[in-house]
Every structure is written in structure tokens, then in C-alpha cells.
């Protein structure tokens, strides 16, 4: 079951990028078949994750300071888009750590890294407003550390380094996810930019492949619940269709 998922998002996503390639081949249009532009989104859990807050308690349970209960992330993409379809492919940071840390106070920190894609059929199309239904995959690779803000003299780190060295656990996860989205289009800085969109979506990711267990280099934790990132997420951001002779973020199409 598994693997028919996987094959028919990946077919999906090749449809996707065959029929732009055919749009944006029709050298008898007149006008740009499609546009490319670039995306900063903030995207937050809506809804408590049971796995994130197992792992809050757990870290509780051994008098370490937890990470934020907050799921955020900086999501950047780059968008592509038809009159009639959209797609995004994205570089997700996600950070749930609070950075001012307290001397000799044990404390978690929880972050990830992970690449994705979308695409959508436009069922809207307006020359104000996009309504999508996105459907995509993100692949995560999540740390979660241990560590204090401690302070010794050399000859005791010399003598006793690992007193001194953070936790470091490891995991990962391939999520699936859908939901609606929303832009709404802006003639913002029409010199620089065709179109600026104020670009919002609601989706619920779940994970269809996922680590089992933290691990370490050389250890796999058995007793620390694993985190399960099936959630539903709010992401708003803005998108920016440069001109051609204004490219945003160096030669990006």
C-alpha cells in the first residue's frame, strides 16, 4: 500500500512538470505560458501534537528544561504556475527551541530540515483571487539535543570531555500531506514584479514513513516516544513573481 502511495505522488508530480514543459513550449503564443516566482511562508501547528508533548513530558521526567511546545517553520519555495495549475517545490527549516539559555540548566532543543513539493489544480482563477486544493510530500530529518550552558576550566574538559558534550538524537519521516489554499493577488511594485501574492493554505500532513526510535551514533533509544508529525498546519506567507530583468534571488528561471 505503501509504495502505490509513494509511486502515485511521484507520478503525479511528473504529470505536473510534463505539462508545464508542454504550456511553456508553445512557441506560437504570443504570451508567457507560465511564471515563476519565489516564496517566504510561516508555517505553525494548529492543533497539539500527542507525540510532541509525549516528548516534552519525558524530558520533564529527567529534569531537563523542554523545548517550546510551538511547531514553527521558515518555508521557503519556488513556484511555478499556469492559468490553470500551480506547483511549489520547498526547503522546510522547522525550530521549536527557545535560544536564551540559562547557565548550567539542562535544556532540549528541537529542530528539522526537510525538502517537499505541491501542485494543484487552479479551481479559482480570478484576477484577485487563487483557490487550490495542494497535495504533496515533504521528506524531514529532525534533531532533538540535550545540552547545558555550562562553564569549566580546560583541564576538566581535558580530563572529562563527554561531561561536557550534548545529546544528539536523530530521526526522519516521509509525510504526505493535503489540504486548501488560498492567494490573493497584489499590483504590488509593478516596476520589479508581475503580480505579489498574499498566498495562505491550511493542510494536514501524516506520515506514511518514519524512524521508529531516536537514534544516536552509536546508540537507538528505546524508551523515548518517537515523534509522529501528523498535524494540521496554518502557512501564510507572500509570493513574488519578479520581471525578467529584475530576477529574485539570483538566476532562478
Known amino acids: 500500500m505503501k509504495n502505490k ?11 505536473v512538470n510534463v ?7 508553445d512557441t506560437t503564443a504570443t504570451t508567457k505560458k507560465f511564471r515563476s516566482g519565489m516564496a517566504v ?31 514553527a517553520s521558515v518555508v521557503l519555495a519556488k513556484r511555478m504556475e499556469t ?24 535544556r532540549g532543543k528541537f529542530w528539522g530540515i526537510g525538502i517537499g513539493a505541491d501542485a494543484s489544480p487552479k479551481f479559482v482563477n480570478s484576477s484577485h483571487w487563487n483557490v487550490l486544493i495542494p497535495i504533496g510530500w515533504d521528506l524531514m530529518l529532525y534533531q ?3 545540552k547545558s550552558n555550562q562553564t569549566a576550566t580546560f583541564g576538566q574538559v581535558n580530563q572529562n570531555p563527554n561531561a561536557y558534550s550534548a545529546v544528539k538524537l536523530h530521526a526522519a519521516s516521509f509525510n504526505l500531506h493535503a489540504g486548501i489554499g ?34 544516536g551514533d552509536d546508540v537507538k533509544v528505546t ?3 518517537s515523534f509522529k508529525p501528523n498535524q494540521l498546519y496554518a ?7 519578479p520581471k525578467s530583468k529584475h530576477r529574485m534571488w539570483g538566476r532562478m528561471h
Request: glycine share 2%; proline share 3%; hydrophobic share 45%.
Open 235 to 241: 502557512q501564510i506567507g507572500l509570493v513574488f513573481f
Open 223 to 225: 524508551d523515548l516516544p
Open 144 to 146: 532533538l539535543r540535550v
Open 83 to 106: 492559468e490553470r495549475f500551480f506547483a511549489e517545490s520547498r526547503l522546510i527549516l522547522m525550530n521549536s527551541t527557545k535560544f536564551n539559555d540559562d547557565e548550567n540548566v539542562r
Open 41 to 71: 511562508y510561516a508555517e505553525f501547528g494548529v492543533l497539539s501534537n500527542s507525540s510532541f508533548k509525549a516528548i516534552r513530558n519525558e524530558m520533564r521526567a529527567q529534569n531537563i528544561k523542554p523545548f517550546e511546545s510551538l511547531m
Open 19 to 25: 505539462t508545464f514543459a508542454e504550456e511553456g513550449s
Open 182 to 215: 488560498v492567494d490573493y493577488k497584489m499590483n504590488l511594485f509593478p516596476k520589479v514584479y508581475d503580480k505579489v501574492y498574499i498566498s495562505s493554505k491550511v493542510t494536514y500532513h501524516l506520515p506514511i514513513i518514519r524512524s521508529d526510535r531516536w537514534r
Open 5 to 15: 502511495l509513494l509511486f502515485s505522488i511521484f507520478f503525479a508530480t511528473l504529470m
